[in-house]
Nanobody
Framework: QVQLVESGGGLVQAGGSLRLSCAAS????????LGWFRQAPGKEREFVAYITWTGGSTTYADSVKGRFTITRDNAKNTVYLQMNSLKPEDTAVYYC??????WGQGTQVTVSS
């Protein structure tokens, strides 16, 4: 089992920045990918970004490419999502996932226009 706890969400104006954190605990040796998804009200959960735990390869959704950056700190078992140039359409609950099997409780990001 892997436990994930997100933090760093909040309210920000359009054009602003936030950094989300996701701390992993438990059987972290089983982690291959850590990623972020988001779910806006009335919409399905959608992929945002992921990073491989060992090699650090990254993949981004087209909607966030060039604005968001995913990084990891293996020593702290933590993955980060730096979000810049935020838009109102980025408003959602952001979820961290490990291997797409374990999920955090989510953190709310609200971007005002």
């Amino acid at each position: 089992q892997v436990q994930l706890v997100e933090s760093g969400g909040g309210l920000v104006q359009a054009g602003g920045s936030l950094r989300l954190s996701c701390a992993a605990s438990g059987r972290t040796s089983n982690m291959y990918h850590l990623g972020w998804f988001r779910q806006a009200p009335g919409k399905e959960r959608e992929f945002v970004a992921y990073i491989t735990w060992t090699g650090g390869s990254t993949t981004y959704a087209d909607s966030v490419k060039g604005r968001f950056t995913i990084t990891r700190d293996n020593a702290k078992n933590t993955v980060y999502l730096q979000m810049n140039s935020l838009k109102p359409e980025d408003t959602a609950v952001y979820y961290c996932t490990a291997n797409y099997a374990y999920w955090g409780q989510g953190t709310q990001v609200t971007v005002s226009s």
